[in-house]
């Protein structure tokens, strides 16, 4: 919340400033301030470890927990990874490794230790590098996706969670994970110690005994090889002293999984004051009142002056498509600004370029629809009437390439006719099989006419998974009800379906396609009515 009310403030001051300033002072002044704000805050988001706002981060477990996850970075390191490892060892402690996969593969032998002696081995990206924060997206994805595979050559296990170096999350580091297939779980922390540059153990103990409490995640090092200092020897010592406080205060030494899913366990914040959550539902309510305000405004002077130039019907909706497309993501943007809900493609589509498909979706929240098109804006989402005829925004939907379900046999066939029509001119087709929302942690049984769409257009079906965490603007939880830290809305493309495997039948493959997302769900099989 407080990031949005921060973004909120901001605008308010530098209104009140201008409106105070003579005309001539009001330039230069509002600007200053508007960038001192703009990099403040953004330093603050990026370097805080507690803040969600670029990347979804775990920096402590519950507080009701009876466990501390003590956290190593930067090794392995031969002389002083072991003596971590025999002081863990002597006091039956174990810990979380945020190993380096260049110091991993050449000490690999230190890795398969940690296994053996029952510790976590996490990423710590593959070089480490200083500019590591400075690098593009693609770069940042290939190093960590690098680091994470050498973890997984030594021990056999994918490494779930990562932890950038120094705990920074940039606003890059969120499009990397989005060009990974799994992304992990980014780790900060809870208390550190500081010890990459303290050089007594007094120092480092006093440090973390002030964050030693149930639930906290504690960051030391092990490695000497990427900054600070060259000795991690006042590490060693107080890690002794660290274990024999813990213990002291019944507190156990747990790996960070076991912190985490332990009962009770959570990696948010804990519970908003309720004028907190107030303010996060005015901050709600303000994105979809500028959604639905500019929907208004494309709808009756945008799109309209795209409709009268560009006469090609096709090329009029390709061009309206790609207006529509930037408001939608505009509209996420904002959402992402004020801390509510965040939407990432986790896994693109699996096609060849320039052929269409049928998307099918399951429909987890309210804003499933903007989601999809911001990302993938020459589509034609199959949509209710009642949506597609509204005598305000339907002039939206129509001109962008919606198509309306219809309401009885007749309407709805034709449906099917435009929707080949739109497959035929190079267009996706988007289609919710449910036909509204999915119920909490279930599916509604789908609907045929997405795969009638796919056998009589002769393309493939490609499901996006969609999923939510934590639950936000979904069936059983409207606006009013936010979650108190940002939603991640992730968009994963699934492996394609051909409807000749089918036998070009729209209920088979309906069947299979629906069967798939059961299995992946974790939900019970059924047979779905047979609804055109």
């Not at 090092?221 to 274990?243: I, N, Q, W, Y």
């Not at 119920?439 to 049984?445: A, C, E, F, S, Y």
């Not at 606006?479 to 939603?487: C, G, I, L, N, T």
Request: charged share 20%; aromatic share 8%.
């Amino acid at each position: 919340m407080g990031r949005g009310a921060v973004v909120h403030l901001a605008v308010l001051a530098a209104l009140a400033a201008a409106w105070r300033l003579p005309p001539r002072e009001i330039a230069p002044w509002v600007m200053l301030a508007v960038l001192l704000a703009s990099a403040s805050l953004i330093g603050l988001l990026v370097t805080s470890t507690r803040t969600q706002f670029f990347v979804g981060t775990i920096f402590r477990g519950s507080p009701a927990s009876d466990s501390v996850a003590f956290t190593f970075d930067d090794g392995p390191c031969p002389t002083f990874t072991e003596q971590i490892l025999d002081v863990l060892r002597e006091h039956h402690a174990k810990a979380t490794f945020f190993v380096v996969g260049r110091a991993a593969e050449e000490h690999p032998d230190l890795v398969r230790r940690m296994v053996a002696e029952g510790h976590l081995v996490a990423s710590h990206t593959y070089s480490h590098a200083h500019t590591f924060h400075f690098w593009s997206a693609r770069a940042m994805a290939a190093d960590i996706a690098r680091g994470i595979d050498v973890v997984e050559k030594i021990t056999g296990d994918r490494p779930r969670y990562f932890r950038p170096p120094q705990g920074l999350r940039v606003p890059t580091l969120r499009d990397a994970f989005a060009r990974l297939p799994l992304p992990p779980t980014c780790v900060t922390w809870t208390v550190r110690g500081v010890d990459s540059v303290a050089r007594s153990a007094d120092v480092i103990i006093a440090r973390i005994k002030r964050g030693l409490v149930p639930g906290a995640i504690i960051t030391l090092h092990d490695g000497t090889a990427f900054g600070g200092l060259r000795s991690r020897a006042p590490t060693v010592a107080a890690l002794k002293e660290l274990l024999t406080e813990t213990r002291a205060k019944k507190l156990r030494c747990a790996r960070l999984d076991e912190l985490l899913e332990a009962e009770g366990g959570e990696a948010s914040e804990p519970p908003l004051p309720g004028w907190r959550r107030a303010i996060r539902v005015c901050l709600v309510t303000s994105a979809f009142g500028w959604f639905w305000g500019g929907a208004a405004v494309l709808a009756w002077t945008v799109l309209p002056l795209i409709a009268l130039f560009v006469r090609d019907p096709v090329r009029r909706v390709r061009a309206c498509q790609r207006v529509v497309s930037a408001a939608f993501r505009f509209f996420h943007g904002y959402m992402r600004v004020l801390g509510l809900l965040d939407a990432v493609v986790v896994k693109e589509l699996p096609r060849a370029a320039g052929t269409p498909v049928v998307l099918v979706a399951n429909h987890t929240t309210l804003v499933d629809v903007t989601a999809i098109l911001s990302r993938f804006p020459h589509a034609c989402c199959l949509a209710s009437a009642r949506y597609v005829d509204h005598w305000l925004f339907g002039r939206l939907l129509r001109l962008s390439g919606f198509i309306s379900a219809g309401t009885d046999m007749a309407t709805r066939a034709s449906a099917l006719q435009v929707a080949v029509q739109r497959l035929e001119q190079g267009f996706d087709v988007l289609v919710f099989p449910e036909g509204t929302r999915s119920p909490p942690h279930d599916l509604l049984p789908f609907q045929r006419g997405a795969f009638e769409i796919a056998c009589r257009g002769h393309v493939p079906v490609v499901p996006l998974l969609l999923r939510c965490q934590p639950s936000a603007l979904t069936r059983d939880r409207p606006f009013w009800r936010q979650p108190d830290r940002m939603a991640i809305l992730t968009i994963e493309a699934r492996p394609p379906f051909d409807p000749a495997e089918a036998g070009n039948k729209g209920s088979a493959l309906r069947t299979r396609v629906e069967t798939s997302y059961r299995e992946v769900l974790g939900l019970p099989a059924i047979v779905p009515a047979d609804v055109a």
